[in-house]
């Protein structure tokens, strides 16, 4: 998919060894598609997260 829009960002050292690492393994195709999934993952992260505490106040309140 192309980018609908572009930035620039900066990454540490070993953060852009990771993402040349799962290029070079074939894993994604860019360093792009990695930075794209981790975001996409942090976002799911978020949610879930969300989620849980959402349960979590409805259990507490079934339970008064």
């Known amino acids: ?3 609908k829009h572009s930035r620039h960002i900066a990454l540490t050292e070993p953060l852009i060894a990771y993402a ?3 290029v ?3 894993e994604y195709t860019s360093i792009s598609e990695v930075v794209r999934t981790a975001l996409r993952l942090l976002i799911e992260r978020e949610a879930a997260k969300v989620h849980r505490g959402a349960a979590n106040a409805e259990a507490v309140h079934d339970r008064a």
């Open 24 to 26: 070079a393994k074939g």
């Open 1 to 3: 998919m192309a980018a």
């Open 20 to 22: 040349e690492a799962q």
